[in-house]
């Protein structure tokens, strides 16, 4: 029997709780995650790494990060973007793919 191919649009992203999530009046998100572990300790002391990074999204990435839920897949968070943006999301499930992939490279979502 052949095993059905996972339809990344059906996938359900969630983000990590280990990250904060700040967003101010306008509606931009901040992402902030503590630098823990042995080697973020010495960076800290050494190089005065901050002991939390923030990461700042753009308008799309903000709007994106809201919609996540963890009940809405890929494909129904595009739906609400394209709602919101119109145009300025095209292309939109190639662009969406593509932030997915970054936040979960970076951890910071996880899938349900």
Not at 59 to 79: A, R, W, Y
Request: glycine share 8%; hydrophobic share 35%; net charge positive.
């Amino acid at each position: 029997m052949k095993k059905q191919k996972e339809n990344y649009l059906d996938k359900i992203p969630s983000l990590s709780e280990k990250l904060s999530v700040q967003t101010d009046e306008n509606g931009v998100v901040t992402l902030g995650i503590e630098n823990k572990g042995i080697m973020n300790r010495i960076m800290q002391k050494l190089l005065k790494k901050p002991k939390v990074s923030y990461i700042h999204l753009d308008e799309l990435g903000s709007f994106t990060v809201l919609c996540m839920d963890g009940q809405k897949d890929i494909f129904s968070i595009g739906k609400e973007v394209k709602a919101h943006f119109g145009e300025k999301a095209e292309p939109l499930y190639e662009r969406l793919s593509k932030f997915f992939d970054i936040m979960n490279s970076y951890g910071f979502i996880e899938w349900k």
